[in-house]
């Protein structure tokens, strides 16, 4: 069954350094999405992204994250001045449609670590 | 504000017996809900879901039941393996389409006993 990979498994990084971390979707879905889970914490989601652009993003993706899909089968979510408060897991996820039309299919994440 | 919660964090059932996690929603407008499972160091991976149109939806092993009155929405597992260990999750979608995400629960831990 096709899969959602993401690399790394695990980054550690000094704050305010800046991270990529990097997410290919599954190769027929349109839509891609990075949502976050800080240990212990609910599930919350960051960024939507359509056609080469950001449908929906969240409070949290403030100016010092960004996303691309730089060719046809990446895409990437940088975050250029880590804090201390990015430490989480950082899940990518697509749907071949909107989400009226199916659910989310989950990688299995990057724990990343800011120190 | 909106929100979509848990009514217990820890859920501790015997091998082969039947459970049901539970899920509290205070969004009227939301009209799509799934349930995912997490196992430890894996992403969400999904389980079933159900569209505001329908009361029950049943899957392998699994029925996800809602009820709008009251913006209640259950999974039921049936006879329960050792695999079930994981947290659980419900989320949901508000009415409105396009590519928005998702607003997730806090999550409950279901431990299967052998």
């Known amino acids: 069954e096709p899969e959602v990979t993401q690399t790394p498994s695990h980054q550690v990084t000094q704050m305010g350094q800046e991270v990529i971390l990097r997410c290919v979707p599954i190769?027929?879905?349109?839509?891609f999405y990075w949502y976050r889970q800080i240990l212990g914490q609910k599930v919350e989601f960051l960024v939507s992204f359509y056609n080469n652009e950001i449908s929906e993003k969240s409070e949290i993706f403030d100016d010092q994250f960004s996303v691309e899909r730089p060719d046809g089968s990446n895409f990437t979510l940088k975050i250029r001045s880590t804090k201390l408060e990015d430490s989480a897991m950082y899940f990518c996820?697509?749907?071949?449609?909107?989400?009226?039309?199916?659910?989310?299919?989950f990688g299995n994440g990057t724990r990343l670590t800011v120190t | 504000g909106e929100s979509v919660g848990l009514h217990l964090p820890t859920l501790s059932v015997q091998e082969g017996d039947n459970s049901i996690i539970n899920c509290a929603y205070s969004n009227s407008a939301s009209d799509y809900f799934i349930w995912y499972k997490q196992e430890s160091g894996k992403g969400p991976q999904f389980i079933i879901d159900i569209r505001s149109n329908m009361d029950k939806r049943q899957g392998q092993r699994v029925t996800v039941l809602l009820n709008k009155t009251v913006k209640h929405l259950s999974l039921q597992i049936a006879a329960t393996q050792p695999g079930d260990s994981a947290v659980y999750f419900c989320?949901?979608?508000?009415?409105?389409?396009?590519?928005?995400?998702?607003?997730f629960g806090k999550g409950t831990h279901l431990i299967i006993q052998p």
């Open positions: 996820a697509s749907t071949p449609r909107d989400l009226n039309g199916s659910p989310l299919h």
């Open positions: 989320a949901e979608k508000n009415a409105g389409g396009g590519a928005d995400g998702l607003t």
């Open positions: 190769s027929n879905h349109l839509y």
